[in-house]
């Protein structure tokens, strides 16, 4: 498991949570996300948390599951670097 996150202004903002294939489905993630949900509110003082996230994606679930909602979206465009571009 992985769990990064970044706290600026009061903001905390999860960057990446993440669970090895052979220990998903057991709880773990949703698990982590709640403790430093919990934890950057109540402990740290944030007052508002920030998560991305696909929103076709099965996390979406789950980070709904702990308390986060939609209040927007997010749009990203990349740009492929020139070795993974199909010929």
Do not use: N
């Not at 998903?24 to 950057?40: D, F, P």
């Amino acid at each position: 498991m992985d769990l990064a996150f970044l706290l600026v202004q009061g903001f905390g903002r999860f960057q990446h949570v993440e669970t090895h294939p052979d220990f998903r489905r057991r709880g773990l993630c949703r698990a982590l996300v709640h403790a430093a949900r919990v934890h950057g509110l109540q402990v740290r003082g944030w007052h508002t948390l920030v998560m991305g996230a696909d929103p076709h994606d099965v996390a979406i679930g789950l980070y709904r599951s702990v308390g986060f909602r939609q209040v927007d979206t997010l749009w990203l465009l990349e740009r492929r670097a020139p070795e993974d571009r199909a010929p």
